[in-house]
C-alpha cells in the first residue's frame, strides 16, 4: 500500500463535499480554505464542487458561515 499524504490516517467514510446551491449566498468563503482549489464560481454566481478534486478534507465545510456544504459518501465506483 502507497503512503496517500492527502489522506495520511486512511480515507474517511464521507469524503467529497458537495454546495447546496439554495445555501449558497455566494460569499466565496470557502474557496479560501479548499487546499485542493476544487470549489469553482458557476455562471450564475454560486459556487460548486469539482467532485474529481475533492479530497473531503471538510475545510470548506467547517469554514462555511451559512451551512451549505454537506460531505457525501464515496460511491463503490470511486473507491477504485
Same mark, same amino acid.
Given at each position: 500500500i502507497m503512503y496517500d499524504p492527502a489522506h495520511p490516517f486512511g480515507k474517511k467514510r464521507y469524503d467529497r463535499a @458537495? @454546495?447546496?446551491?439554495?445555501?449558497?449566498? $455566494?460569499? $466565496?468563503?470557502c474557496t479560501m480554505f479548499c487546499v485542493m482549489d476544487c470549489i469553482v464560481l458557476r455562471p450564475d454566481g454560486l459556487y460548486t464542487v469539482d467532485l474529481e478534486r475533492c479530497i473531503g478534507c471538510r475545510s470548506c465545510k467547517v469554514n462555511c458561515f451559512y451551512d451549505a456544504i454537506t460531505m457525501i459518501q464515496r460511491t463503490r465506483k470511486e473507491d477504485n
Amino acid at each position: 500500500i502507497m503512503y496517500d499524504p492527502a489522506h495520511p490516517f486512511g480515507k474517511k467514510r464521507y469524503d467529497r463535499a @458537495i @454546495i447546496d446551491p439554495v445555501s449558497c449566498t $455566494g460569499c $466565496g468563503y470557502c474557496t479560501m480554505f479548499c487546499v485542493m482549489d476544487c470549489i469553482v464560481l458557476r455562471p450564475d454566481g454560486l459556487y460548486t464542487v469539482d467532485l474529481e478534486r475533492c479530497i473531503g478534507c471538510r475545510s470548506c465545510k467547517v469554514n462555511c458561515f451559512y451551512d451549505a456544504i454537506t460531505m457525501i459518501q464515496r460511491t463503490r465506483k470511486e473507491d477504485n
